[in-house]
């Protein structure tokens, strides 16, 4: 597996050429190599001098690690790196920045994440008053032959601020347009990324990006996004979807919220969905992943009954849309 680190300076003068970075990895996670070799790696830290780094530019380190097969599925895994100078004249902050990700066994290379909190997710609640949003997308040569350009399309929300858009990492060097129409295109030319069977780590890729939101999104609204992913001029991958949502309301028992009524909570076979008045609309049900499992009308209606005996068990989110009004609820399935 690869970590990418990458420790850019934004000020107006170099850094002290004593400046280390220190990653913490958890017991799970043997090193194996870096592009720069450690100062020394004992027990699971491993300490880098990363020198003097001029204004405006950055220190790139790779990371090459093996996740234990002793790790059970589902456990959150982190890594945390400090940058800091010995010296104690030195007037460098010390920053800190921890990224964790779940072990989720065999995967789809090709997907999108959202970061909250440090760790990487594909749906979840957000504070409605967050400022940003981190976004990454990785992607992955499983295919027959070396891949010369990489393009990726994600569609961006309407709630989002288009040009804050600011590059935090990447793999590989990129150029980035916005269309009229709210479309990031990425594109990586003359990537030259080897596929899958003739070099494994060097067949992966990815780019992480920020993007501002509104000052306060409203309750029950959500983000949600994806990307296409197209290796020179093959059909694209689809990535899953990323659906971020604010103040969803959680509860054991059946709730209320904005006099719609979602009963039972958890759930087992049916979704009983209650309305103030008749009412004409839709109900989308989603996957953890963001995926839409169930879409219906409402067409004047009080009420609504829904079968859920198929599903699998776990979370889901049920969007719930009437004119100008939408609410997301998460819902459990037993």
């Not at 460098?92 to 959202?114: R, T, Y």
């Not at 060097?202 to 992913?229: C, M, Q, R, W």
Request: glycine share 4%; aromatic share 10%; with cysteine.
């Amino acid at each position: 597996m690869v970590c990418v680190i990458n420790v850019c300076n934004n000020g107006t003068i170099p850094t002290d050429t004593d400046t280390k970075m220190k990653i913490q990895l958890d017991g799970f996670i043997d090193f194996l190599e870096a592009s720069t070799d450690p100062i020394s790696v004992i027990d699971q830290e491993a300490i880098f001098n990363i020198g003097a780094i001029e204004p405006f530019d950055c220190f790139r380190l790779r990371i090459d690690y093996n996740l234990s097969c002793d790790a059970d599925l589902g456990v959150l895994h982190c890594l945390e790196s400090r940058i800091e100078n010995e010296d104690l004249c030195s007037d460098l902050d010390v920053f800190i920045k921890e990224v964790c990700f779940n072990n989720v066994g065999s995967f789809d290379p090709n997907d999108m994440h959202a970061v909250i909190d440090d760790k990487w997710v594909m749906d979840g609640v957000i504070d409605p008053e967050l400022e940003m949003i981190e976004y990454i997308i990785r992607f992955q040569n499983t295919g027959p032959d070396m891949a010369f350009t990489v393009e990726i399309k994600s569609p961006l929300d309407i709630q989002l601020d288009w040009n804050s858009i600011k590059v935090t990492s990447f793999s590989h060097p990129y150029q980035y347009t916005i269309t009229e129409d709210g479309y990031l295109n990425i594109v990586f030319n003359d990537i030259e990324l080897p596929y899958e069977d003739i070099d494994e780590p060097a067949s992966h890729g990815y780019i992480s990006f920020i993007i501002n939101k509104p000052d306060v999104l409203v309750d029950g609204n959500y983000i949600l996004t994806n990307s296409e992913i197209y290796f020179d001029f093959n059909e694209p991958v689809i990535t899953n979807e990323v659906l971020l949502a604010a103040n969803i309301i959680e509860n054991t028992n059946d709730f209320a919220f904005n006099n719609i009524v979602i009963a039972p909570n958890p759930i087992s076979d049916f979704i009983q969905i209650q309305f103030e008045a008749i009412t004409t609309g839709s109900i989308n049900l989603y996957n953890a992943l963001g995926k839409q499992i169930i879409s219906e009308a409402v067409i004047e209606a009080a009420d609504v009954k829904i079968d859920v005996r198929n599903l699998n068990a776990g979370e889901y989110f049920v969007e719930i849309q009437s004119g100008k009004r939408i609410g997301i609820y998460k819902l459990i399935k037993l």
